[in-house]
């Protein structure tokens, strides 16, 4: 589930958002965990972002209509023996834990069967995924899969979210709230799943094609997962963490995208939790270097055209400013000694 540190506007009454991170769906003052890092001096970025506005003026996207929002059905029940995350107490989403994860030899075997529960759930969903299909029979049909294997959906109720699953379509960037709106042919889905089984957390997405996607949307879909798999490909114990965010947004800027700053995150025994994991050139911030046995996410979004984003009034779903499509992948890792292991495979 994806972070981002932006400035963000509302279609709320005109407003603005103020708070710089954004994460699980909901905005939270957190602008202190910015300072995490050591600054550093600014570089010039006039070279690239000429470079990207080139390559842009050579994409020529087909759009389906603009996303409207549709009727949101009630949150959906969870039995009472299923064992619930401790945010549930509170609809303000909870402070990022400071605590980076590293669970032992008995919470790794744990880790791993949630993290393998989520891939499951998640290539489920993908099988859902045609034109007429509404994104509420998704969460649905997602819901009812992780209480069957006896785990929790993580979203609902994360911060007050009313699902169990995040459903970003065409320009919704992330935390897309599913809804009645029936899913049109030529669509691109981000399903973002994440289950709570045996006290752990397991964090994973992917952007699914609906019908006949035009060719431009299917390049940008087929970019970002290469971007997830080269940030994945430089991650090993001692490595830095600015490594990530230099190869994605190399690969990325190559083919003309850009990325906006969302982070990804530690993900253990809690959902979110630092180290963030910056997914872009970090100019900015030394952030520290990665170690053996640690978990965290990455899930770098790419889109066509500006990072600028806006918020329904959900509060939730956030979309790209000018309508452009986006795109993220997202995978929970394991750093071993000699690179990563992906935890979120079935």
Not at 27 to 41: D, E, H, V, W
Not at 127 to 142: C, H, N, S
Not at 148 to 176: D, I, Q, R, W
């Amino acid at each position: 589930m994806s972070f981002g540190i932006s400035q963000s506007h509302s279609l709320f009454n005109g407003g603005q958002l103020t708070p710089p991170i954004y994460f699980a769906g909901a905005p939270a003052n957190l602008s202190s965990l910015l300072l995490s890092g050591k600054k550093k001096k600014k570089s010039s970025f006039s070279p690239r972002i000429s470079r990207i506005q080139e390559l842009q003026n050579t994409l020529q996207v087909k759009r389906n209509p603009p996303l409207v929002c549709g009727r949101v059905s009630p949150r959906l029940p969870v039995p009472d023996h299923i064992p619930k995350p401790p945010y549930l107490e509170s609809t303000v989403p909870p402070k990022i834990s400071s605590e980076h994860q590293f669970p032992d030899s008995k919470g790794i075997v744990k880790m791993k069967a949630a993290c393998e529960l989520a891939a499951r759930v998640l290539n489920y969903a993908g099988t859902l995924v045609r034109p007429f299909v509404t994104t509420d029979e998704i969460d649905k049909a997602v819901h009812k899969m992780v209480i069957e294997f006896g785990a929790y959906p993580s979203p609902l109720g994360y911060g007050g979210f009313p699902k169990s699953v995040c459903t970003s379509v065409n320009e919704c960037m992330f935390h897309g709230v599913p809804d009645s709106r029936q899913l049109q042919d030529g669509d691109i889905i981000n399903i973002d799943v994440a289950v709570y089984l045996d006290g752990y957390h397991g964090d994973t997405s992917k952007t699914f094609l609906c019908g006949d996607v035009d060719e431009s949307l299917i390049q940008l879909v087929k970019v970002t997962e290469q971007c997830l798999e080269k940030g994945i490909s430089v991650c090993r114990d001692g490595a830095s963490f600015k490594e990530i965010g230099k190869i994605i947004s190399e690969h990325a800027e190559k083919h003309g995208y850009n990325m906006e700053r969302f982070i990804g995150h530690g993900v253990g025994t809690v959902l979110h939790s630092e180290p963030l994991i910056y997914l872009h050139k970090n100019y900015d911030f030394e952030i520290g270097y990665m170690i053996e046995g640690q978990t965290f996410t990455l899930e770098p979004i790419l889109t066509i055209g500006t990072t600028e984003f806006v918020t329904w009034p959900d509060k939730w779903t956030i979309l790209t400013a000018d309508g452009g499509p986006s795109a993220q992948f997202e995978h929970t890792i394991l750093i071993t000694e000699s690179g990563a292991e992906i935890l979120t495979t079935s």
